[in-house]
């Protein structure tokens, strides 16, 4: 099946920890992107990219970091800098102009 | 900026009603406009996309349309169905630049039988 993964679902961190947020897409699609979702704000672009090995960041990227080295993964890495990291995560990937989702992490700080 | 706005935030409805879910954007500059469902603690599931050149476009009970020039998109539900519940997004596409999205904030529907 075609699609796009997150992992994991559920994810806790202890305050001044980094994790790190899997996504990774079976699509071919050359751009991936990383949203946060709060309650009552909609989703907020974190970081986008539109090739491997190249992103650009997103309105709210401070606290977080990425990578892409391959086409199919885009991790997304929650650092200690982030000051309210407790959200739902999306991550998406897109072509022809239209945006695919995957399932979310909601992350919750202890 | 762009920004989107989706009226309204919650709406309650009967079963079978037909209802419509409104989008406005304030520039009209847009490639595109996409509809997504998102189910409580789920990812979003795209319904509709709109190109800027077109005025409609439909799959099954949904209809979704778009006036560019006043910047505004509905999506019309038709004969409504519990199952229909969820959070209703729109999103828009700029003519120029990434294809970074600007979301509105939904409309939290509840069908209820």
């Known amino acids: 099946d075609g699609g796009i993964t997150q992992s994991p679902k559920y994810l806790f961190r202890k305050e001044g920890q980094n994790v790190t947020l899997s996504c990774e897409q079976n699509?071919?699609?050359?751009?991936m992107y990383w949203y946060r979702q709060d309650p009552g704000q909609g989703l907020r672009l974190i970081y986008y990219?539109?090739?491997?090995?190249?992103?650009q960041k997103g309105d709210i990227a401070e606290g977080y970091s990425v990578s892409r080295e391959k086409k199919e993964s885009f991790p997304l890495t929650v650092t200690s800098a982030q000051k309210n990291p407790t959200a739902f995560y999306l991550c998406?990937?897109?072509?022809?102009?239209?945006?695919?989702f995957g399932p979310g992490t909601r992350l919750t700080v202890l | 900026k762009q920004e989107v706005t989706q009226i309204p935030a919650a709406l309650s409805v009967p079963e079978g009603e037909n209802l419509v879910l409104n989008c406005s954007f304030t520039?009209?500059?847009?490639?595109?406009l996409q509809w997504f469902r998102q189910d409580p603690g789920k990812g979003l599931t795209s319904l509709l996309l709109?190109?800027?050149?077109?005025r409609e476009q439909t799959s099954g009970r949904l209809n979704a349309s778009l006036d560019k020039s006043s910047g505004r998109s509905t999506l019309y539900i038709a004969a409504s169905q519990p199952g229909d519940s969820a959070t209703y997004l729109c999103?828009?596409?700029?003519?120029?630049?990434?294809?970074?999205?600007?979301f509105g904030k939904g409309t939290m529907l509840l069908v209820s039988p």
């Open positions: 520039d009209s500059a847009i490639y595109n």
């Open positions: 998406a990937s897109s072509i022809a102009g239209s945006q695919y």
């Open positions: 699509l071919n699609h050359d751009a």
């Open positions: 990219s539109q090739i491997v090995n190249d992103f």
């Open positions: 999103a828009v596409k700029p003519e120029s630049g990434y294809s970074t999205l600007t």
């Open positions: 709109i190109q800027s050149s077109q």
